[in-house]
């Protein structure tokens, strides 16, 4: 495709993109909802807050914001590890649990509006081509170093 089809096409996607639905439905990657999110599915884990860091993609800085603001909620707890002094144990409280069922009902409420209002079929084509898209970037990016 030449350059200047390929940018057009590019704009519509971004014009159109659904940037509200995912900034909503990605909110848990931010910081709380996250770390509520991560320590329920792991309540039966030992969950260090490097942990966090590793897994959400954000930075030791901003977990530590995030836990200093859930601690302060009464949402989780946070210990020295009683094998090495450096490391910090994270556990999720009763209001933390909580406060993740409300954020899950939250969620989903949200999204089965969105999916009512266009219809499972659409939805379901989205999803489909979203699968064609990925399956798309990671067949070319294996044949190219892409630096996009």
Do not use: W
Not at 1 to 25: C, G, H, R, Y
Not at 78 to 91: G, L
Not at 104 to 121: A, H, N, R
């Amino acid at each position: 495709m030449d350059i200047k089809t390929t940018e057009t096409v590019i704009s519509k996607i971004q014009e159109n993109a659904p940037l509200l639905f995912m900034k909503k439905f990605m909110k848990n990657k931010e910081g709380t909802g996250f770390i509520i999110s991560y320590l329920y599915c792991h309540k039966d884990k030992t969950v260090y807050s490097k942990d966090l860091a590793c897994n959400s993609g954000l930075s030791t800085a901003r977990i530590a914001v995030a836990l200093n603001s859930l601690e302060e909620a009464g949402c989780i707890e946070r210990k020295t590890c009683s094998e090495d002094k450096r490391k910090t144990v994270v556990y999720l409280t009763d209001k933390g649990i909580e406060q993740f069922n409300k954020f899950k009902e939250e969620t989903l409420s949200f999204c089965g509006k969105v999916i009512d209002e266009l219809g499972i079929e659409k939805v379901n084509e989205y999803i489909a081509l979203c699968k064609d898209i990925n399956e798309a970037v990671l067949k070319i990016y294996g044949k190219e170093k892409c630096n996009v």
